[in-house]
């Protein structure tokens, strides 16, 4: 890195620190003075201790000689800094403890983005924002995690600095807010609790900070990993955020802004909503002989010794009857709405033996995770379901709860307690519905003693919780699970429901009464009883039918179905595609039946069978042939099966953007509509102008980006004819990273683009980027064939032409059946990989020499004759003369960057401003002398 010590008169850090040190023995420094910045000591590493006192007026040189030593240098440093005791950016200090067994990070730049985006929610209720006024949040990461063996774990973390100016009492309200909350968005294997991950020292202040690029002894330090700046748009009360390019920021400059000590981040004024709160906590703080406890654990079961019935230590369950005492004394402690809980203990005591025997590990696992984020408490459901395998001890109960507590913390792959109850309805259909009937029945109960619509909802929820979810309250987005996927349903069949399905609940509960009644006399209190409650079904039965009573009732009904993490995890998983009957999973590679938990809304629209070269030979022939002629090329065909396959999968291992050009009649359309017919929800329509269009990036734009959400084969529309392509957007929608776009009516939301980016073109995009970035995307595919009838007259110069099939667009609806089969045997292959061959990366290179019109000249024009010189003039002259004839009226580049170039290829120009041993090539001798004797 490049040194800017110039400007300081201390020669290194140590001449810095040495005259700043707090020592009695340091003449410039009241030793009394309290310190600014420390070193943390280590007698193995032998680093000395060390107190330093830093005037704020002094920090910027100390940050310089800091940069010199450290970034310049490469000398390891180990110094922390004091918090500013006013106001100062807010900082966060992740400390993640693992089980040992772990040896990789857990945590993502998903992870990162969801806790930002939940602090910029929570501090919309702490401070007023201004909507030109933006702050950076800076997150700094190890490059390892650290396996401590001696204490037999894992630990691991983050640094963040959020630069918003801010005092410590509202620092720790923040962190307060945070705990609550982050369960819900973050699911990571921890063995240490929230309260420990979130270091209170630094939220309070007291804790010094680890100054960036130091560490401590023995360990990495932390580098910068992400970097965004927040803006508020006050039209919506949402914060943008623009993320950054980390290898972009200049410590030389900028190191400042990584500090605690930081004092020119904006600050804004305090919400006055939140005033009363802040006063408490302030007044809380201060009050003498007060201390702050940190809460104890709520542990699901005490493990302590028995002190009366309704405290059984889990050493001392050492059978089933007190197993099954032990948790009737947690149902006993349910409040009315966790009915919950005693449901999915229910559903999971009907498991069957695949879900606990020997051999079931994996299964059981997921029982496991599911139950833990469905209730804590469940743990004894779990454990007693394992107890009924024929290899069960007891002895293993506390050893079990260890594993509950360590390893069950994060979600796999969307298990909730609908899972169980999948599972149950799957695998134990008869006892699911007993479960089932008797959850209603309770609930039906309810209903008759008070009678209200959301009493009703409850019912109905029971009734249907498996089957539908609402996406969105406000928008009365409804979906219900059918055909191995969950489709768009606006709740129009639910609401019917409630006039069938639900009405006849009641009327059998009805008749089952009134056969109840004809047991007791006339006059008796049992048939009294009896024959009010037959009354007060039949009034109820009677509003199932009434229009605002259903509407009501839905209304209601809204609230318990909806499910916040829906959109969200909508057809997210990349590795799952849905068939009209089942799910291919290309991680697995397996094809299975589809789960609620997949979360998967699109389909192809057409079944899929395993590829079985007997039964579909004929169509799997014709197929084949197709392809030969529309890529007679061998490679150049297996690089094209690989990349259709490779479309199927929403994880790209290469950021590639495929252009097939061709001329009229060689079958790019037929392609594509071939995908089409094979994709059918999975294939999407890009338009031209979202890379042709003049824009900074994509996040703006709304419905057009949102509906690739899922997307697998993206289509654009042919360019115009010297369409100029935004080399930005293009690298944004092949890059793989995050998109954040809003549909119509709807909340604004990030997702992961799962496509491959295709445009079908004659004429080809001006790409005036030259960056190697850019063109490494570039997969130009040269569609060679021609197909043509007898009568039919043909230009191409091409040995590739083939009669034209009139009926094979008829014929695509009945291939797409057999072509997704022969792509999913290839997709589990080659798992997504396409090596490029040598027509399509000669053809791209042709491209990218064409549209670098410096480079193609000097290539073309300039070569190298010792003795000779070329001068400016005479090259800028040769230079318009070629382009013009080669590029026509086309705005010509900048004559200075052909300077640039040629220095670069030629070196520098002599002393009379010519490039030397080079020389203009001509196409005749004569013009060769001429020029010899001009140079």
Known sequence: MKSILSSSHYKDLNEF????????????????????????????????????????????????????????????????????????????????????????????????????????????????????????????????????????????????????????????????????????????????????????????????????????????????????????????????????????????????????????????????????EYNKKQSKLSSPGKTNRKPKPNLVVAEESDTDDNNISIYNITDAVTLQRAFDNILKQLKTDEYYVREIHEYTQILPAKYYEPGSHLLNRQVAFALKHTDDRLFLSWVMLRSKASDFSYDTIPALYREWNKYFNARP????????????RQDAYEEYERVKRSTIEYFIEETILTTTEFDFAMVLFHMFKDRYVCSSVTHKRWYTFKNHRWELDEGNTLRLAISKDMHTIYQDKIDKSLREMQRYEAGDENQIKIQNKVKRLSELSIRLKK????????????????????????????????????????????????????????????????????????????????????????????????????CLIGIKKEHAFNIYRGSGSNGKSMLTDLMSNTLGEYKGTVPITLVTKDRNSIGGTSSEVMQLKGIRYAVMQEPSKDAIINEGVMKELTGGDPIQARALYCDSETFEPQF???????????????????????????????????????????????????????????WAPVFASMLVKRAFETEGEVIDCPEVIEASRKYRQNQDHLTGFINEKVIRMPGKSIGKQSLHAEFKEWFQGTHGNRKMPKLTELDEIMTKKYGLRNSKGKWDNVCIKQETEQDELEEVAEC
């Open 17 to 276: 620190l040495i005259k700043h040190t707090l020592s009695e023995k340091n003449p410039l420094l009241d030793s009394s003075l309290e310190s600014t910045h420390t070193r943390i000591p280590s007698k193995e590493h032998q680093v000395y201790p060390g107190k330093f006192h830093i005037k704020p007026e002094e920090l910027s040189v100390f940050f310089k000689v800091y940069y010199e030593d450290v970034f310049v240098r490469n000398r390891k440093e180990y110094l922390t800094e004091k918090q500013l005791s006013g106001i100062g950016p807010i900082l966060v200090d992740f400390d993640f403890r693992y089980d040992y067994s772990v040896c990789d990070r857990q945590h993502s730049v998903e992870h990162i983005q969801d806790i930002i985006q939940l602090y910029l929610d929570e501090l919309k209720h702490f401070f007023v924002f201004q909507e030109n006024v933006s702050f950076p949040i800076f997150v700094m990461e190890k490059p390892h995690v650290n396996r401590d063996s001696t204490k037999n774990i894992t630990k691991d973390g983050i640094h963040m600095i959020i630069g918003i100016q801010t005092d410590h009492v509202m620092q720790q309200m923040l962190r307060e807010r945070i705990i609550s909350k982050v369960q819900d968005i973050w699911e990571l294997p921890l063995t240490n609790s929230w309260d420990a991950v979130f270091d209170e020292g630094i939220s309070k202040g007291s804790t010094n900070w680890q100054i960036f690029g130091s560490r401590k002894p023995g360990y990495e330090a932390y580098e910068l990993t992400y970097y965004t700046v927040a803006t508020i748009d006050l039209s919506d009360n949402e914060f943008m955020t623009v993320p950054q390019n980390v290898k972009e920021f200049d410590l030389s400059t900028r190191l400042f802004e990584l500090s605690a000590q930081y004092p020119n981040h904006p600050k804004f004024e305090i919400n006055p909503n939140i005033m009363d």
């Open 413 to 424: 792959d969307g298990v909730t307690k609908r899972s169980i109850m999948y599972w149950a």
């Open 547 to 646: 229009t605002n009573d259903k509407n009501n009732i839905m209304r209601e009904a809204m609230e318990l179905f909806y499910d916040k993490e829906f959109i969200r995890n909508m057809d997210s998983n990349k590795y799952l595609m849905c068939f009209t009957n089942g799910v291919v999973d290309f991680k697995n590679k397996v094809f299975r039946q589809g789960y609620p938990q997949d979360y998967i809304t699109k389909t192809t629209k057409i079944p899929y069978y395993e590829f079985d070269n007997i039964r579909f030979k004929d169509q799997s022939e014709q197929i084949l042939k197709f392809m030969e002629q529309l890529f007679p090329i061998p490679t150049l065909n297996r690089y094209m099966w690989d990349h259709l396959a490779s």
């Open 756 to 814: 491959s980016l295709v445009v079908c073109t004659n004429a080809l995009f001006e790409i005036k980027s030259n960056d190697d970035g850019t063109w490494r995307r570039v997969k130009l595919v040269d569609f060679l064939s021609k197909f043509a009838s007898h009568e039919e007259e043909h230009t191409d110069d091409t040995p590739y032409v083939f009669p034209k099939d009139k009926s094979l667009k008829e014929n695509l609806p009945k």
